[in-house]
């Protein structure tokens, strides 16, 4: 069973930065797409960033582009999200997500993470 662990989020001034990683245990990363999620109080949870098998494609929310980063180090079996020029429509709870293929991550994850509050004070 796939395993996934949040950590790096907080509280950040707006324009701040702030960093997420995912920690992976329980099958073999290379296998598997990953991704970040939000849920904002009072909304749905929302695609944010996806990358590859490879970490060679990458695709992200229009509303995060050129300030958003999903990377992963396939020897450390971890994925991060790097969060700069962070805005308070930022704050949400963030899910870290693995799936077999990016389309399903994209849309329809096969694991989520327990979540991580990311909160941009303006």
């Known amino acids: 069973q796939v395993q996934l662990v949040e950590s790096g989020g907080g509280l950040v001034q707006a324009g701040g930065s702030l960093r997420l990683s995912c920690a992976f245990s329980g099958r073999t990363f290379g296998y598997y797409a990953m991704g970040w999620f939000r849920q904002a109080p009072g909304k749905e949870r929302d695609f944010v960033a996806a990358t590859s098998e490879s970490g060679r494609t990458t695709y992200y929310k229009d509303s995060v582009k050129g300030r958003f980063t999903i990377s992963r180090d396939n020897t450390k079996n971890t994925v991060n999200l790097q969060m700069n020029s962070l805005e308070a429509e930022d704050t949400a709870v963030y899910y870290c997500?693995?799936?077999?293929?990016?389309?399903?991550?994209?849309?329809?994850?096969?694991?989520w993470g327990q979540g991580t509050q990311v909160t941009v004070s303006s």
């Open positions: 997500a693995a799936g077999r293929s990016v389309i399903v991550t994209r849309t329809n994850p096969d694991y």
